[in-house]
């Protein structure tokens, strides 16, 4: 079977195309093939089919998509039920995309080597497996959130094909392809760069200078910033002359002017940042150390419940002191939108290519943790960097993360301590107080609004219970709908049983950020959660769980730890016979309401997860 997905998806058995309708199959078709032999869990399927408005019928139309794939597939190719969604089993199937990643590899290999006509050769076969645009039959869901990452590594893949060309001399035959790429991609330095080299050994010197001053302007006016490495090493050979035919490759140029490459990948800071002033004072000090001989590495965790803010906190504080971490900044999530732990290889080589690791394309690399590890350590040894880790899972996901050296700081976020981060100071975050939950709530809908009235914004911050992620959302919308009273917003989320269907806006939700944390928890772990809907206030012993549960007292606290360990639980001091009370958030026990009510609709033949799609 040969699956294609770089251009139009399709499956080819032979010289004969399967006959697959609509954007729906194809689309379930694609996400399985970009899986590379992963679980696609329902709730992704689901996103990617419809968005964040799925039919209620959502499950059953997947089941019905899967099945059809099946009977056109046949025995080729196996798709397997695998909770909580499916995997395809490609078996000695071709795909297009995997077999351009190869050549890719292999061609940007040999072009760092200086086997130019080879990286050439490679390079131009790769590019020859593009078809048009890459999935361009599948749902608009889908391709925004993986045609950028395909399109990425086709215009690299063109950049080093060029690179390679340009090294052999044809610089007259790539003049008329970069003219019109750099056109399309007004602000691909490295395109520009390459267009300048063309310009300049086909004798024309002055169009080569004006292409650098036009990209000076273009870069000011569309992202105020100037020129990087590439382009200013181009321009500083052409203005020598060292840029000629016998002049080493333009790679090699950038490397002479640049140097180390400086990483700068902390998201954009949060400008109307708000409250939470004694724990960011505490991330300064560990993140801004007195330079010294004695100066001691600086690690720091973040702790707290989904939607608490850690994230926010943790740039925010990073951002504040990146000026005494001239070395860069690194930045990268570790868990899969679906709530998953994401690979320390995956987390690992994109913190390399951001460190400019020339040999993280090399064979075999991407998947060797050991090979990895190293290359990240002597990448970051003796630099003063800012490392951030958000949304840690656990100690042997993280610790190939942390830097040997001493000079690194590092900011880790994560929904319960960990025990193998040495030196790390912890800070715990809980829902705010009332002041700053209001500074919050206005921050976001506007002062007036909520000063107007008092009554309806002590609704809003009630139901909200000083969560930030809640009350962000609340303040967004209610800024979104200028014509709404904060009354009439209080009256929505007044009633619990839909409270959780009203804290979402676009990307933002409260159940999606509680349901994270559902695909870490064991079996016994759900039944206590599901089990906190049974308490008046959301809190109670060991003793009155068992009771909750009819089940043993050994086994409830073990639930009732698991618990506290993912961040769902915290322990609220003890009771008059010393035992500890355990207590949710609101927001917490409304999220078990909803799945202990799944549960008792066994008809319905849904999993815990699934109610975080709605």
Request: neutral net charge.
């Amino acid at each position: 079977m040969d699956f294609r997905v770089l251009g139009p998806i399709e499956a080819r058995s032979g010289d004969t195309r399967v006959p697959l309708s609509g954007s729906k199959v194809h689309t379930v078709l694609a996400a399985l093939l970009l899986a590379r032999g992963r679980v696609v869990s329902d709730q992704r399927l689901t996103s990617l089919l419809w968005g964040w408005d799925p039919p209620a019928t959502a499950s059953a139309q997947i089941y019905t998509y899967m099945s059809r794939l099946r009977k056109r597939l046949g025995d080729q190719v196996e798709i397997v039920r695998r909770p909580p969604g499916y995997v395809l089993f490609a078996r000695d199937s071709r795909i297009d995309l995997l077999e351009f990643e190869r050549l890719e590899q292999k061609g940007r290999a040999a072009l760092g080597e200086g086997r130019y006509r080879e990286a050439a050769g490679l390079l131009d076969r790769a590019l020859a497996l593009w078809n048009g645009p890459a999935l361009s039959n599948a749902t608009h869901h889908l391709c925004e959130g993986e045609l950028p990452q395909l399109e990425e590594a086709h215009t690299l893949a063109l950049e080093g094909r060029i690179e390679a060309d340009l090294a052999l001399g044809r610089h007259e035959e790539v003049l008329a392809e970069l003219t019109g790429l750099v056109a399309r991609f007004p602000v691909r330095e490295q395109l520009r760069a390459q267009l300048m080299t063309a310009l300049y050994r086909c004798g024309r010197q002055a169009d080569a200078l004006h292409t650098y001053h036009d990209a000076r302007k273009v870069l000011a006016d569309q992202l105020g910033v100037d020129p990087g490495a590439a382009l200013d090493a181009a321009y500083q050979a052409v203005l020598n002359g060292s840029i000629g035919q016998e002049s080493p490759p333009l790679i090699a140029l950038r490397d002479q002017v640049s140097g180390a490459q400086v990483p700068a990948m902390l998201p954009p800071d949060w400008e109307d940042f708000t409250g939470r002033a004694a724990e960011l004072q505490v991330l300064r000090t560990v993140l801004e150390p007195d330079v010294s001989p004695g100066w001691k590495p600086r690690r720091c965790l973040v702790t707290g419940m989904a939607g608490v803010g850690k994230t926010t906190l943790a740039v925010h504080a990073a951002h504040l002191s990146s000026h005494h971490h001239p070395d860069g900044q690194l930045y990268v999530e570790l868990r899969e939108p679906d709530g998953t732990p994401r690979d320390p290889c995956t987390a690992l080589v994109r913190l390399l290519r951001a460190l400019g690791e020339p040999r993280i394309d090399s064979p075999g690399v991407h998947d060797d943790l050991e090979e990895l590890t190293r290359l990240y350590r002597a990448r970051t040894a003796g630099k003063r960097l800012l490392v951030v880790l958000d949304d840690a899972v656990g100690d042997l996901q993280v610790r190939p993360l942390l830097p040997s050296t001493v000079t690194a700081s590092v900011l880790i976020t994560c929904r319960t301590h960990l025990a193998q981060v040495p030196g790390a100071q912890t800070v715990r975050l809980g829902p705010l107080d009332h002041a700053q939950s209001r500074a919050l709530l206005a921050s976001a809908a506007g002062r007036s609004r909520i000063s107007a009235e008092p009554e309806a914004a002590d609704a809003l911050l009630a139901h909200c219970g000083g969560l930030p992620l809640a009350l962000r959302i609340t303040g967004t919308r209610l800024a979104a709908r200028p014509h709404w009273s904060p009354a009439r917003l209080a009256a929505q989320l007044a009633d619990p049983r839909t409270r959780l269907d009203e804290l979402r806006f676009g990307d933002l939700s409260v159940r999606q950020a509680l349901g994270r944390s559902l695909p870490l928890l064991s079996h016994l772990g759900l039944v206590v959660l599901r089990g906190l809907a049974r308490l008046a206030d959301g809190s109670c012993t060991v003793q009155q769980m068992a009771l909750a549960l009819e089940t043993g007292e050994a086994e409830a606290e073990r639930g009732l730890e698991e618990l506290v360990d993912g961040a769902l639980l915290t322990i609220n001091g003890l009771d008059l016979l010393g035992r500890p009370i355990y207590h949710c958030h609101p927001l917490v026990r409304l999220f078990a309401y909803e799945l202990g009510r799944l549960c008792l609709v066994p008809s319905q033949r849904r999993s815990a997860t699934e109610v975080v799609r709605r």
